[in-house]
């Protein structure tokens, strides 16, 4: 009898919330920008702090992945947000071609939206206005009344998490020391945000020196790697000095501050701060308080996984997350508050060095997959420009031109087969095979299923080979195969039952999970309830 109403608690966790010892007052979501699953194990022998903390104590989830293509930074937010995957909350990229503008536009841009700056002017603006399902933060706002701070350098990742709304929505915009949010959330700057960035400018940073952390023996890694690609400024040797190309507080010392862990140590305070200023997890209901770090993103980029640089700054940032959560103890109290940490994706090494370890790998470019469907369609549809754009994993055709592809299935066959031959693609999906997951025959069909948004996808959809990659320098993420897919998902705090679980779940779990622990309804998920990893 026990047994059959705990399997029907759990089969109906997704419709209501589960009941929990108590209501936290504050829900943390935590998302480390390309954090791999693996560097858990890599890592965590040398953490003290809050990485540490919530390997220690929380639920971890060791067999989590995102199931569809395209692994970047905006949809990966948006799926950690909603609960759903693009197919749904329809970021299939952190850009793509505009069928209707004729150009490109980034996931957040909005032609209706001012930006609003906090120490410079900025005219454009952004907004979640292209996001088509609710976030937890909008449920909560609506449901509860919560207090919504979101803080990232990166404006997706902080507009995504936050929704449609928010006390302080805060990034850093293309300017110099331009942090600031847009007139979606409000229509001046927000004065305790104002005041933190008033009295905490990143230029203050200027001249510091990023030195390994530990001794140089206790790093597997090899420090000088001829195919990294550091920042102008920075050799691949430790230690990184943050002074810029000309000695001045140039665009070169912003980019290799935003490459350091000045900027994840800098954002920790930000975060603290808010949480004082907004007096998060001491109102009736629960707050939230969102913090994505996106130096790992960007230092992964250039330096790659398996570089000492991306291991000391996850030691770094250990002791980062450590003092907020920390802090958030202090302020809201220990066992008062409820914490999830994931990432938005994961990354693959850098192509030269598989290459180098007798792997298949390599690197692609736009204007090869171009050519090759360029050169199929001259003759069959005429002279002029066919393809409007390759974004990556998406091929946007000319107007009118893939219509005529659909009413000449040779034709198509033929240009899927001209791009199938490009070394280091693996598939080609016309788009009108990817309309329903569900009929997908195969994995990788599947995986560009579940990340298909009709008039935003792109008419072809390209599955790369693992270890092939668009980008020049460095590395990237963006496929559907482990390196890119994997990545942790950890809970910690009120209501959590620290333990170890196996179960194949995904970051849609996150949203769900967060709203049965605060007592909050977020209809019609993708994700689950990880009811295992709650106190029942």
Not at 165 to 183: F, I
Not at 194 to 200: E, L, R, T
Not at 257 to 279: I, K, N, Q
Not at 496 to 505: M, T, Y
Request: aromatic share 8%.
């Amino acid at each position: 009898m026990r047994i059959a109403i705990a399997l029907a608690v759990a089969l109906s966790a997704v419709q209501r919330p589960l009941a929990q010892p108590s209501t936290p007052k504050l829900a943390v979501i935590l998302v480390v920008d390309q954090m791999r699953a693996d560097y858990i194990d890599r890592f965590q022998k040398d953490w003290t702090g809050g990485l540490k903390r919530l390997v220690s104590e929380g639920a971890v989830f060791q067999n989590a992945a995102y199931p569809y293509l395209t692994t970047v930074t905006c949809p990966g937010h948006a799926t950690i947000a909603t609960g759903t995957f693009p197919r749904r909350h329809g970021i299939v990229q952190n850009q793509w071609w505009d069928r209707e503008r004729h150009a490109s536009m980034t996931c957040t841009e909005d032609p209706r939206a001012a930006g609003v700056g906090y120490r410079t002017r900025i005219r454009n603006g952004d907004s979640p206005w292209r996001l088509q399902r609710p976030t937890l933060t909008d449920v909560m706002r609506s449901q509860v009344d919560a207090h919504v701070v979101s803080l990232s350098l990166k404006d997706r990742s902080a507009i995504m998490l936050a929704g449609h709304g928010g006390n302080a929505v805060t990034w850093l915009s293309d300017s110099l020391e331009g942090w600031m949010t847009s007139s979606a959330f409000a229509d001046r700057p927000v004065p305790a945000a104002k005041s933190f960035v008033d009295a905490n400018a990143i230029s203050a940073d200027f001249g510091k020196t990023w030195s390994l952390l530990l001794p140089a023996a206790r790093y597997a890694e090899r420090d000088d790697d001829a195919t990294e690609a550091p920042p102008r400024g920075w050799t691949r040797t430790f230690p990184h000095v943050l002074n810029g190309a000309t000695d001045e507080r140039d665009a070169a010392f912003f980019a290799q501050w935003e490459r350091s862990p000045f900027a994840d140590e800098y954002l920790g305070r930000f975060a603290g701060a808010m949480v004082d200023a907004f007096s998060l997890g001491r109102h009736a209901g629960t707050d939230v308080l969102a913090v994505s770090f996106s130096a790992p993103d960007f230092l992964g980029h250039a330096f790659g996984p398996r570089s000492v640089e991306v291991h000391d700054l996850y030691l770094r940032l250990d002791r980062t997350i450590g003092a907020l959560l920390d802090h958030i103890d202090a302020s809201v109290g220990r066992g008062q508050w409820v914490a999830a940490l994931t990432a938005d994706h994961g990354v693959t090494a850098i192509p030269e060095q598989l290459i180098a370890q007798g792997q298949s790998a390599g690197r692609l470019t736009a204007s090869l997959v171009s050519a090759a469907v360029e050169a199929r369609l001259r003759d069959k549809l005429g002279a002029g420009k066919h393809v409007a754009s390759v974004n990556t994993n998406d091929v946007y055709f000319v107007d009118g031109v893939f219509e005529k592809l659909e009413r000449s299935p040779e034709l198509l066959h033929a240009v899927v087969r001209a791009v199938s031959e490009i070394p280091g693609i693996a598939r080609v999906f016309p788009s009108t095979q990817l309309r329903d997951p569900a009929v997908a025959t195969d994995p990788e069909q599947r995986a560009a299923a579940i990340g298909y948004f009709p008039g935003r996808s792109g008419d072809l959809i390209l599955v790369p080979k693992p270890g092939w990659m668009f980008v020049g320098s460095g590395t990237t993420h963006g496929g559907a195969h482990p390196d890119d897919q994997r990545v942790p998902i950890i809970f910690l705090g009120s209501g959590i039952r620290p333990g170890r679980h196996q179960d194949a779940v995904t970051p849609a779990d996150i949203a769900p999970t967060l709203a049965a622990i605060c007592g909050v309804r977020l209809p019609d998920v993708d994700g689950r309830v990880l009811g295992g990893a709650l106190i029942h």
